[in-house]
T-cell receptor
Framework: KNQVEQSPQSLIILEGKNCTLQCNYTVSPFSNLRWYKQDTGRGPVSLTIMTFSENTKSNGRYTATLDADTKQSSLHITASQLSDSASYICVVSVYGGSQGNLIFGKGTKLSVKP | NAGVTQTPKFRILKIGQSMTLQCAQDMNHNYMYWYRQDPGMGLKLIYYSVGAGITDKGEVPNGYNVSRSTTEDFPLRLELAAPSQTSVYFC????????????????FGPGTRLTVL
């Protein structure tokens, strides 16, 4: 069964600290992996998209990595800010699937405290 | 660009009532989607459309209907509302591969919070 598991479920860090969020997937065949940021009460916003051949992708202080062999991805946030408080969602796309074949993780809720 | 807009922002329905959630996008995207997000759960696809006049079921279509008469609009209809349909509903759009924007990124609306009592 195609699944996306994220860990931890929630995380609290102090402002200025770094953190890493994990995403493990069993989706096959794999097309691409996306990380979204969802602020409370808002829709998700795309941070990065990585295809099979990409190992690392950055977007400002956000760096995503992908290991297609172990089917793991991580999202590293550097020098966290209060505005980073949000849920981070990992989404994996099935290769050759219809546009409906996106598998969503449940998200990691990050709280950044001053 | 307004992006993806949704109305209403909030709605309370009684069991058995019907309503339509509106969604519009001004990016000329071919693909549009409806998701629901329950507390602590991942987004689940209700319906999607790859172009005007073409719709298809997602993972959880029961109790919902959609139509796509134009590229811009993709309304979601709830018939005979049930408490199980209490959720936050998100509409999204994305370009199709032939629209030349690379791997499709979905653009989400702000959501509609629906409560069925």
């Amino acid at each position: 069964k195609n699944q996306v598991e994220q860990s931890p479920q929630s995380l609290i860090i102090l402002e200025g600290k770094n953190c890493t969020l994990q995403c493990n997937y069993t989706v096959s065949p794999f097309s691409n992996l996306r990380w979204y940021k969802q602020d409370t009460g808002r829709g998700p916003v795309s941070l990065t998209i990585m295809t099979f051949s990409e190992n690392t992708k950055s977007n400002g202080r956000y760096t995503a990595t992908l290991d297609a062999d172990t089917k793991q991805s991580s999202l590293h946030i550097t020098a966290s800010q209060l505005s980073d408080s949000a849920s981070y969602i990992c989404v994996v796309s099935v290769y050759g699937g219809s546009q409906g074949n996106l598998i969503f993780g449940k998200g990691t809720k990050l709280s950044v405290k001053p | 660009n307004a992006g993806v807009t949704q109305t209403p922002k909030f709605r309370i329905l009684k069991i058995g009532q019907s309503m339509t959630l509106q969604c519009a996008q001004d990016m000329n995207h071919n693909y549009m989607y409806w998701y629901r997000q329950d507390p602590g759960m991942g987004l689940k696809l209700i319906y999607y459309s790859v172009g005007a006049g073409i719709t298809d079921k997602g993972e959880v279509p029961n109790g919902y209907n959609v139509s796509r008469s134009t590229t811009e609009d993709f309304p979601l209809r709830l018939e005979l509302a049930a408490p199980s349909q209490t959720s936050v509903y998100f509409c999204a759009s994305s370009p199709s591969p032939n629209q030349g924007e690379g791997p499709d990124t979905q653009y989400f609306g702000p959501g509609t919070r629906l409560t069925v009592l």
